[in-house]
């Protein structure tokens, strides 16, 4: 069984900052991609951003250059800094990772999801 504990949302002013966390744990043998999800009120779910175990990025167009998306890899971590935020960019934030269990085993993970919300 494998755990991904996001931590890090929050509520913060337009152009103002934040930092997600995701920490992955329990049986990992490795893991591929991992990356961030966002879903807002009355919206479907939608890709933020991902990395994969060799540090390639991609990003959504409405987040390119205001969010920043690393990992950890000896800590199974994966990172969302985001900078310039808007209005629209308010919605709960969930955690993906793309991780083998054993060497031939691999499954989908998602975090429990953490509120992001900008507001003045």
């Known amino acids: 069984q494998v755990q991904l504990v996001e931590s890090g949302g929050g509520l913060v002013q337009p152009g103002g900052a934040l930092r997600l966390s995701c920490a992955a744990s329990?049986?990992?043998?490795?893991?591929?991609?991992m990356g961030w999800y966002r879903q807002a009120p009355g919206k479907q779910r939608e890709l933020v951003a991902f990395i994969t175990r060799r540090g390639n990025t991609n990003y959504a167009d409405s987040v390119r250059g205001r969010f920043t998306v690393s990992r950890d890899s000896a800590r199974n971590t994966v990172y969302l800094q985001m900078n310039s935020l808007k209005f629209e960019d308010t919605a709960v934030y969930y955690c993906?990772?793309?991780?083998?269990?054993?060497?031939?085993?691999?499954?989908?993970?998602w975090g429990q999801g953490t509120q992001v919300t900008v507001s003045s």
């Open positions: 993906n990772a793309d991780v083998f269990t054993t060497r031939h085993d691999r499954d989908d993970y």
């Open positions: 329990g049986s990992i043998f490795s893991i591929n991609i």
